[in-house]
Each structure stands twice: as C-alpha cells, then as structure tokens.
C-alpha cells in the first residue's frame, strides 16, 4: 500500500491514476543488447504530473525509445478524482528535476495529439477479453502493460506481418475491474488508407466488422511505409469505453528482419 505516493496522499487516501501514454521506438532492442532505462517526473499544470522516460542502447549511446505520461490523483475509496494540494506537492516536487525537462520537444510534441473517437462498428474486432489476476495492480486496476496487449489483438495479421509498432498513444477513460469482458475495435485512420488497403468482399458482420482478428487488409498491398490506426476498448456489449488509442506503424526493412 502506498507505492509511489507521498506521506500526505496516504493519510487521504490518494492514489494515482493514468489519463494519457504515449510511447514512440525509434528502433527496438535485440538479445545480447544492453538498455538503459531513464525516469523522471514533474508538475504537470495544476490538476497532475508527468512521468517521462528515456531509453537509450548503452554501446552506442543512442536513445533508441522515448514516452511520456499524465497522472492524476484519486481518492482510493470514492474513485473520484482529487485536487493535488500545495502540502502534496511540496512532498513530491524533491523529486522532480529542476529546471524541468521533457522527453519530448515542448515546441513540436505529437504525444498531445487529440484522438478522434473511433465509432463502436469499427472494421476490425477481437472479442472476449477477460483480465488475468496477475494482470491486476495494486488498486486492482488492470494494468497498462495488459491495455497495450488488447489493444494489438485488433491490428490484422498482415500488418504484424509487414511493419513495426512506431508510436503508440493511449487515452484512459474508465477502470477496469477483474470481472470486466473487454472488446478491442481498431480501424485504419484515414479515408486513403482505408481505400488501398481493406478489401470491400472481406468476411464480416452486419455491421461490417472483421471478426477477432480475420485480416481484411490486402497482402499486396500491405507494404504502405506508414499505416495508423485508431483503437478502441470497451465493455463487451456495449459502448462504455475504457480507453482509446492511435498506433503508427512503420514497415519492416527486408534486410534487418530476413530469417537466416
């Protein structure tokens, strides 16, 4: 009890709680590959703080992945969001780096990008996902680790096939609880990529979905340099969100990626 929190947010019964991830890998770690791992947070505004992370391959020294993240407070037995007082953020700022610093570019920060919401009859579907108890926090929150997972269990097999995950961003909307049946909806973002890469007569629903994971993409036409999606999770049965979502994904250069 009480990780991460300060001696005046365990006496109110506060907890933090994530609002917004955003995660961009410029390449990703191989076996035998050394990473070291940065961490800082600071004042976000009035209402939350920010937690940043840096990523970097320790035998060249290039950062090789960056994200960033917004907490709020919460009160643990009311689940109602809390004002962060001048006590707790005394308590906390001794922690935080001065003058402040950012993972990404303050000037030009995509990690801000509002995301559209995505329409509950998405083109892609995976249905009946249910949390694992090693799954759960300590609040008893589904973890963010287990939110990224269900969020890739939508994207077709040809694109895992062709590209690499680039970016992600995730919106959080509401809790979920161990007892929860989640539903994972993407669909690609833009009209000209929805075009050239989704085939029309691709087996689906009623309402035009591709069912748990039946790829409707194109194999020829999968090797677009750059294809983004929007995703979202909602309760199973209807349209409660839980959280929403873009991915970006970059294609896989033939020479890094060939099998032996």
Request: hydrophobic share 35%.
């Amino acid at each position: 009890d009480g990780f991460a929190t300060t001696p005046s947010m365990r006496r109110l019964r506060l907890i933090w709680v994530t609002t917004r991830m955003h995660i961009e890998m410029d390449e990703y770690p191989v076996w035998g590959d050394t990473v070291e791992i940065e961490t800082w947070c600071q004042s976000e505004k009035r209402l939350g703080i920010r937690r940043d992370w840096l990523l970097t391959n320790v035998a060249n020294g290039k950062i090789i992945g960056r994200a960033t993240s917004t907490w709020v407070m919460m009160n643990q037995d009311t689940r109602r969001l809390a004002r962060i007082t001048d006590d707790i953020r005394e308590e906390y700022m001794i922690f935080c780096p001065d003058p402040p610093r950012w993972a990404f570019n303050p000037q030009n920060n995509c990690s801000l990008k509002k995301i559209p919401k995505l329409q509950y009859h998405s083109q892609f579907k995976r249905s009946g996902l249910m949390p694992k108890r090693s799954e759960l926090d300590m609040n008893q929150h589904v973890n963010n680790v287990t939110y990224i997972g269900w969020i890739l269990e939508s994207i077709p097999q040809a694109i895992i096939d062709t590209h690499w995950l680039y970016r992600i961003t995730l919106d959080y909307r509401q809790e979920c609880r161990y007892i929860d049946v989640v539903e994972s909806l993407a669909s690609l973002e833009s009209f000209h990529e929805m075009n050239s890469l989704v085939k029309s007569s691709s087996p689906r629903t009623s309402t035009g979905e591709v069912v748990n994971g039946r790829s409707a993409i194109h194999s020829s036409n999968s090797r677009a340099a750059t294809v983004k999606f929007l995703h979202m999770l909602c309760l199973a049965g209807s349209e409660v969100e839980i959280n929403k979502g873009r991915t970006e994904w970059k294609m896989k250069e033939e020479k890094r990626f060939a099998t032996p």
